[in-house]
Each structure stands twice: as C-alpha cells, then as structure tokens.
C-alpha cells in the first residue's frame, strides 16, 4: 500500500477550468502539506494542515484552496486555471507539526497538472 | 525566512568516483536537515537526514556533514553508481515553523 496517495497522477485541463487534487495518507500522521514542483525541479512549499487545521498558508493566490476533511485527506481545489499552473504537486505528510528526525517528511507520488 | 542554497545545479563524475553537494542555509534557528532524492518521474524520498546537535552522519555510501558555525552541510557519495544519478535536494527547517525549506536541487549524472 502506498503510504501517502494522491489522484489523479495527470491532469491535462484548459485555462479557466477548476480542478481538483486529492490526497489521502494511511500512516496516521497528523501533518500534511502541499508542495508545487515548477519546470525547474524547485519545490516550494504551498500549505500545510495539522489535524484539518491551517498551519501554513504561503504566499499562493486565492485560487488554490486546500480543505482537509480529516486528518488523513488533504485535497487542494484550483480556480480559473492558468497557463502559470502547470507543475507537479506532491502531497506529503509528517507525523508531528514539523518535520523532524522523528517525523520526517513523506511524499505522495505527485500529480502532473498540464494548463493548456 | 529561511533560505536554503545549493550547489551545484548539476554535477557529473565518472562511475566510483565521489560526488559532493553543498548547501548553506539563512536560519540560525534550523536544527534539521534532510537530503531527497528524486529520481525521474518519482517522488522526493529521503535517504539522509541530520539534526543540529550532530557533525556527521554515515549510512553505508552516504554521508552528511553540518558546521553550524558557518551554516552550511554537505552530501558525500562516495563509490558513485549509475543508479545514484538523480536530482538530490537538501533542505532545512527548525521547529518552530514546521516550514522545510529546499534547496533548488542538484541533478547528478554518474557516467558508467
């Protein structure tokens, strides 16, 4: 079983469509974030919840929205898409707020979003 | 914030020679530094990772060194296989923000 699994793997969508990305972990980790991958391999932090609450919430516009049902989903919605939008977005979690020795990070297999 | 910069952007070394990655960091309040590998396609998975109060780390072929001092720590591989050829990443954060931080990567070509 795959610890930490995002859906779909592709997304190949138009400008200005909304988009959705789920993720689900099964390691009873309190923690999970958002992290974007552009074309240059940077990853950037997005969001993070801990226990469906909000910890970190960095500079992204207001068209990505994270929601986090529970502590083991953390879906991420996207509004009026754009051409700039197109990375990979992996999902990952940690079992305590921060990662530490104790509580490394864990990624999910990532979802390539393509914005034509 | 937290900055966190590596280099080099890419390295190449010949099958068994060593590979060094250097990465600094702008927080003096980090106190955990972990090395991703990312091999094509996948997922960042981590391979090393180090807390502030330790120099160094080995696990077989790996290595990682910190100077607190300076701010900066460093990956050695050593014995260098065409399967170690991979984006690797460093990265950094301390326990307050829960924030970490990567380094902008290093892709690593071992030529057999």
């Known amino acids: 079983d795959t610890a930490v699994s995002q859906t779909p793997k592709y997304l190949v969508t138009q400008m200005g469509n909304d988009k959705s990305i789920k993720c689900e972990q099964n390691?009873?980790?309190?923690?999970m974030y958002w992290y974007k991958q552009d074309s240059k391999k940077f990853l950037k932090i997005m969001f993070s919840?801990?226990?469906?609450?909000?910890?970190i919430n960095e500079t992204v516009p207001n068209r990505f929205s994270p929601k986090s049902p529970d502590k083991a989903h953390l879906n991420l919605h996207i509004n009026s898409l754009e051409l700039g939008d197109s990375a990979v977005y992996f999902c990952?979690?940690?079992?305590?707020?921060?990662?530490?020795?104790?509580?490394?990070?864990?990624f999910g297999n990532g979802t390539r979003l393509t914005v034509t | 914030g937290e900055n966190v910069e590596q280099h080099p952007s890419t390295l190449s070394v010949q099958e068994g020679d060593s590979a060094v990655i250097k990465c600094t960091y702008s927080?003096?309040?980090?106190?955990?530094f972990p090395w991703y590998k990312q091999e094509l396609g996948k997922r960042p998975q981590l391979i090393i990772d180090?807390?502030?109060?330790?120099g160094e780390k080995k696990d077989q072929r790996i290595a990682v060194t910190l100077n607190k001092t300076a701010k900066h720590f460093s990956l050695h591989i050593t014995e260098t296989q065409p399967e170690d050829s991979a984006v690797y990443f460093c990265?950094?954060?301390?326990?307050?923000?829960?924030?970490?931080?990567f380094g902008q990567g290093t892709e690593l070509s071992v030529k057999p």
């Open positions: 390691l009873g980790h309190d923690t």
């Open positions: 180090i807390r502030s109060n330790v």
């Open positions: 990265a950094a954060s301390n326990n307050q923000g829960g924030k970490l931080i």
């Open positions: 927080d003096s309040a980090s106190n955990y």
């Open positions: 990952a979690s940690s079992q305590v707020l921060a990662p530490t020795l104790d509580s490394p990070l864990h």
């Open positions: 919840y801990n226990n469906k609450e909000l910890i």
